[in-house]
């Protein structure tokens, strides 16, 4: 069975830190996809990046940038020079190929960042 | 682009009355899920829809929960009657690509507080 674990509740930074949201997997599947949402308190979930588990390669857009390790399944998410608007809560996601797109999400972290 | 559309964004009924949701997806999205997604956790899927077909409800309490996508394009979500552990977010998403790729896309939801 899939299961994401985000082990971080909450987390509270100063503006223009950087900080870094972990994720952790579980899946027999060899393929499969992960991804990341942000829910700020509008309360919409706003797609931020997809990988497949054929591509290990980071990934870095803008002041965000991913790191996908498979040997120690996990999909980390860093956010450089934080800003107040990143306040919000992450979610990472797993998708098995044979789950038929049926996304297992984590508990969510709560980033908080203040000014 | 307009993005997935639900309606109504809140709404408040008393233990024992029905509530319908409502969902328009992204045009041209020919899959449809429905999640629920209670306080301080991720979304959980109820059901989902290739085109008016439902192919995964495995999770959805079918004895009080319905839906429907009768022309393959918008949808409807039903409790009826609704309890009190039915008090969450009700969030629907749509995505286009090829199976086991999906990234989805998510509408605003709809917090629902029975009371």
């Known amino acids: 069975a899939q299961k994401v674990t985000q082990a971080q509740t909450e987390i509270s930074v100063v503006e223009k830190e950087d900080v870094t949201l972990d994720c952790v997997y579980e899946?027999?599947?060899?393929?499969?996809?992960l991804f990341w949402y942000k829910q700020p308190p509008s309360g919409e979930l706003v797609f931020l990046i997809r990988r497949n588990s054929f591509d290990e390669q980071n990934e870095i857009s803008g002041r965000y940038s991913w790191n996908f390790q498979k040997s120690t399944s996990s999909f980390n998410f860093t956010i450089t020079a934080s800003q107040v608007v990143d306040s919000a809560v992450y979610f990472c996601a797993l998708s098995e190929s044979t789950s038929g797109s049926r996304l297992t999400f984590g508990e969510g972290t709560q980033l908080t960042v203040n000014p | 682009e307009a993005g997935v559309v639900q309606s109504p964004r809140y709404k408040i009924i008393e233990k024992k009355q029905p509530v319908a949701f409502w969902c328009n997806p992204i045009?041209?999205?020919?899959?449809l899920y429905w999640y629920l997604q209670n306080l301080g956790q991720g979304p959980e899927l109820l059901i989902r829809y290739e085109n008016e077909e439902a192919v995964d409800d495995s999770q959805l309490p079918k004895d009080r929960f319905s839906a429907e996508r009768l022309k393959g394009v918008d949808s409807t979500l039903k409790i009826q009657p609704a309890e009190l552990g039915d008090s969450a977010v009700y969030l629907c998403?749509?995505?286009?690509?090829?199976?086991?790729?999906?990234?989805?896309?998510f509408g605003p939801g709809t917090r629902l507080l029975v009371l």
């Open positions: 998403a749509s995505s286009l690509e090829p199976q086991g790729m999906k990234t989805q896309y």
């Open positions: 899946t027999r599947d060899t393929t499969y996809y």
């Open positions: 045009s041209g999205h020919n899959t």
